[in-house]
């Protein structure tokens, strides 16, 4: 029998293209494991800071050393390389992306993949987009009946406005949302630059911040609660994993406390009722099903205990699959070990479109 050769595509253009090569390297080894070496051949593709995308040997070599390569300043040159692909790219039989944040989890290279006609791991164009724009995300949220914090939705001209209406705009999040408060941009994933705020001064700060990164900007009421999160697997039917719990020392569950081993805890299973547990499973099944997800999600809750709530907070379609990564080690716990998830992902792929 022939091998399926599997198209690893990682790095990017985004500010987690560090974590995506961590996340590329576990999954190569997954689909070179035992039992999966028989199946797959790999082809990895790694795509630089600046968009060139580099073919196997040197993909290789950066998935070897988890380093990424540096980028060349010489614009004509850039221009001249961007949209060579390898030759190999033609050869992929099915594309794992595992391109985190912007231009890699928000339909841009799901659209890519689409127009390729080859069959790839994960969400299509449109729950890749809704699944990263947290704004219209909640309004899809809404739409399907799961409670969730109160939040304002802000363009970057409110911001960045002359005059200034901060004054105005600072009144109405105080009124609807009060403190502490987090202030996010839409599009970005990893807890890249979200605040935590607690008043006036602090909130213009973290406005201006926000919209350094994006145009959208979403503020979110803080909620006293425990922080749960859900993994999914599967296409029409999909399965929900065992629920872990997250805990940390840290102010909130920034980049730094989510990527650094020894940050934060994790607790899988997490210590709820039955009844708490079912509800989160059910509520992340809805969750992927309410913004099209297909293949992988991971679903974040917070768990108010003080009076039973449970509040969606986010979705990912692509998380991260690095060592302190909570998606594949909630489906370890849930009986699915890191090679046969990889394995089940790609055949996800392969029925989805087939489809």
Same mark, same amino acid.
């Given at each position: 029998?022939?091998?399926?050769?599997?198209?690893?595509?990682?790095?990017?253009?985004?500010?987690?293209?560090?974590?995506?090569?961590?996340?590329?390297?576990?999954?190569?080894?997954?689909?070179?494991?035992?039992?999966?070496?028989?199946?797959?051949?790999?082809?990895?593709?790694?795509?630089?800071?600046?968009?060139?995308?580099?073919?196997?040997?040197?993909?290789?070599?950066?998935?070897?050393?988890?380093?990424?390569?540096?980028?060349?300043?010489?614009?004509?040159?850039?221009?001249?390389?961007?949209?060579?692909?390898?030759?190999?790219?033609?050869?992929?039989?099915?594309?794992?992306?595992?391109?985190?944040?912007?231009?890699?989890?928000?339909?841009?290279?799901?659209?890519?993949?689409? =127009?390729?006609?080859?069959? &790839? @791991?994960?969400?299509?164009? /449109? *729950? !890749?987009? +809704? #699944?990263?724009? %947290?704004?219209?995300?909640?309004?899809?949220?809404?739409?399907?009946?799961?409670?969730?914090?109160?939040?304002?939705?802000?363009?970057?001209?409110?911001?960045?406005?002359?005059?200034?209406?901060?004054?105005?705009?600072?009144?109405?999040?105080?009124?609807? =949302?009060?403190?502490?408060? &987090? @202030?996010?941009?839409?599009? /970005? *994933? !990893?807890? +890249? #630059?979200?605040? %935590?705020?607690?008043?006036?001064?602090?909130?213009?700060?973290?406005?201006?911040?926000?919209?350094?990164?994006?145009?959208?900007?979403?503020?979110?009421?803080?909620?006293?609660?425990?922080?749960?999160?859900?993994?999914?697997?599967?296409?029409?039917?999909?399965?929900?994993?065992?629920?872990?719990?997250?805990?940390?020392?840290?102010?909130?569950?920034?980049?730094?406390? %989510?990527?650094?081993?020894?940050?934060?805890?994790?607790?899988?299973?997490?210590?709820?009722?039955?009844?708490?547990?079912?509800?989160?499973?059910?509520?992340?099944?809805?969750?992927?099903?309410?913004?099209?997800?297909?293949?992988?999600?991971?679903?974040?809750?917070?768990?108010?205990?003080?009076?039973?709530?449970?509040?969606?907070?986010?979705?990912?379609?692509?998380?991260?699959?690095?060592?302190?990564?909570?998606?594949?080690?909630?489906?370890?716990?849930?009986?699915?070990?890191?090679?046969?998830?990889?394995?089940?992902?790609?055949?996800?792929?392969?029925?989805?479109?087939?489809?």
């Amino acid at each position: 029998m022939n091998k399926l050769r599997v198209g690893l595509l990682f790095g990017g253009c985004s500010g987690e293209h560090e974590v995506s090569i961590v996340s590329a390297s576990a999954i190569a080894k997954a689909i070179l494991a035992d039992g999966n070496s028989q199946k797959y051949e790999l082809l990895p593709f790694y795509i630089q800071k600046d968009g060139i995308w580099q073919g196997v040997e040197v993909s290789q070599q950066v998935l070897d050393s988890k380093q990424p390569l540096q980028t060349s300043t010489d614009s004509d040159s850039l221009k001249a390389k961007l949209w060579q692909f390898p030759p190999q790219v033609t050869e992929v039989d099915v594309w794992f992306p595992i391109l985190h944040g912007p231009n890699g989890e928000d339909g841009t290279v799901q659209g890519l993949l689409s =127009l390729m006609q080859v069959p &790839f @791991v994960g969400t299509g164009v /449109l *729950g !890749s987009a +809704v #699944g990263m724009d %947290k704004i219209v995300m909640k309004m899809a949220f809404a739409q399907a009946g799961l409670p969730q914090v109160k939040y304002m939705a802000i363009n970057r001209s409110q911001v960045w406005s002359n005059p200034c209406v901060f004054p105005k705009l600072g009144d109405e999040i105080e009124a609807n =949302l009060g403190y502490p408060c &987090f @202030v996010k941009p839409a599009n /970005l *994933g !990893s807890s +890249v #630059g979200i605040s %935590k705020v607690r008043s006036r001064s602090e909130l213009e700060v973290a406005l201006d911040n926000a919209a350094s990164y994006d145009r959208r900007i979403i503020v979110e009421a803080g909620v006293k609660a425990r922080e749960v999160e859900c993994a999914v697997l599967g296409n029409d039917n999909p399965q929900a994993s065992v629920v872990g719990e997250i805990t940390y020392n840290s102010d909130f569950y920034d980049y730094e406390t %989510k990527y650094t081993e020894g940050k934060a805890d994790l607790f899988i299973p997490a210590k709820l009722t039955l009844e708490i547990t079912a509800k989160v499973q059910e509520m992340a099944i809805q969750a992927f099903q309410a913004v099209d997800a297909a293949g992988l999600a991971r679903v974040d809750f917070f768990y108010v205990e003080a009076t039973g709530e449970v509040l969606i907070n986010e979705i990912n379609t692509l998380p991260g699959f690095t060592s302190t990564s909570m998606y594949p080690q909630l489906w370890a716990a849930s009986g699915v070990s890191f090679a046969e998830l990889v394995d089940r992902l790609i055949l996800a792929a392969l029925e989805r479109f087939r489809k």
